[in-house]
């Protein structure tokens, strides 16, 4: 029957992936690759210059400065003279003589500087006639800092030199002084580092009018770095006390020591032979 043998048209075969869009996708991926690269290269680059950033700040703004300590002045008070066996003035036995120093801490820092107690020393002809103790404080950043620090001048030592009655009778008085001052410098609880400012200063007195006539300071800074906040651990340390000797004449038997009377340290001689 003419129905039956009527053929039924095939279905239409799916269409297979031309060569078109193989390409698109080989584009699209080489574009994520191009993306992908520009982008590590701009995080790269953002790091460098951060990193480079930070030595730059860690060299300059967050170098850590010494503290510059400098002696503005010095006056001396209560100086009374009186008329000595030469009739040259020299000062009254038992007067207290006073010398104030006028001390400037400059802090150069971006962080503040906290130091402890300073510890001023005065020298008359390598002999100590004068000892003081300034409290601690703080030097904020980048200021200056102002301080009178007063010694009390031991008179006795000084009337016993036998250098005194040349240099009064110049109207002259030379002496000098060792101060001290640390502490330590924080910058953001990261950089810390300890320092220790030291001062010698020489100068001339004018006894008639009381006013220094030349005046020479040196300073010194050393200093520690370290993480902890406290501060630096103490170091076994001798001090040595002059003795004053009356009588001139010495006889070289009183010299010598004996060796088995040498003190010692932890079991070991303080002068080893």
Known sequence: ???????????????????????????????????????????????IILAVIIVILIFTVFRVKDPIIKMKGVSITNLELINGTSTVPIPRPGSNISLIADVSVKNPNIASFKYRNTTTTLYYHDTIVGDARGPGGSAKARRTMRMNITVNIMTDRLLSNPNL??????????????SRIGGRVNMLSIIKRHVTVKMNCTFTVNITSQAIQEQKCKRK??????????????????????????????LKSDLELDKAKVATINGSPLFPS
């Open 1 to 47: 029957m003419v129905g039956r043998d009527q053929v039924r048209p095939l279905a239409p075969a799916a269409d297979a992936p031309g060569s078109d869009d193989g390409e698109a996708t080989s584009q699209l991926k080489q574009v994520k690759r191009k993306k992908f690269i520009k982008c590590c290269g701009c995080i790269a680059a953002i790091i």
């Open 165 to 178: 009655i040349t240099d009064v009778g110049s109207r002259t008085l030379t002496l000098s002084s060792y």
């Open 221 to 250: 800074a050393e200093h520690l770095s370290g993480t902890n906040s406290g501060a630096p651990q103490p170091v076994a340390a001798v001090t040595i006390i002059p003795l004053e000797i009356t009588d001139s004449k010495i």
